[in-house]
């Protein structure tokens, strides 16, 4: 399936695993998706499974817990949705986004990516224990290992990202 809403497939990424059972003619779709100036990623359906299961299942994930948290709190804390925006810093408008961007979608889509995924329950276990790694981190008010996963984390994601970033200049 090709995930959307899109306008058009120019420079949208489409994966392309040959093997799947399927009586869809492949290379009529993507010799069509190519024309139009898709970008064609190969991948077997395993590696695509894993991969969706970070960058769908987990992504889905924080973005739907994050809705919960800011209804529940702003409901507990009694502070207005549309309020918190004013006193909202750029990742957290960023963040809003994002989280609005799902829900602004149909929760059959995001229900289907995360109860059919063979890894969600990894994904959700890996966010249980992290989420109870971070606070007993933070309740024993311990910066060292705070920031000894920051610098692990920010070693291993920020210099792709910046990677990625000067391929694309």
């Known amino acids: ?13 489409y994966i392309f695993m040959p093997g799947r059972d399927c009586n869809i003619n492949y290379r009529t779709i993507d010799k069509i998706l190519r024309r139009e100036g898709a970008i064609k990623i190969m991948s077997t359906p395993e590696e695509h499974d894993k991969a969706m299961a970070i960058v769908q299942v987990l992504t889905h994930t924080l973005r739907i817990l994050s809705a919960d948290s ?14 918190l925006y004013d006193f909202s810093s750029p990742v957290y408008e960023t963040e809003f986004k994002l989280t609005s961007r799902v829900l602004n979608g149909g929760p059959e889509i ?9 890894y969600t329950f990894q994904v959700l276990d890996m966010v249980r224990r992290g989420l109870m790694k971070h606070s007993d981190i933070i309740s024993s008010q311990n910066f060292a290992k705070f920031a000894e996963k920051w610098l692990i984390n920010q070693s291993k994601i920020v210099s792709v990202w910046k990677e990625l970033c000067l391929a694309t200049e």
């Open 1 to 13: 399936p090709v995930h959307g809403p899109i306008v058009s497939p120019k420079g949208q990424k």
């Open 110 to 118: 995001y229900f289907q990516i995360q109860s059919n995924n063979h």
């Open 70 to 83: 800011i209804v529940a709190l702003s409901e507990e804390l009694g502070i207005d949705i549309k309020r």
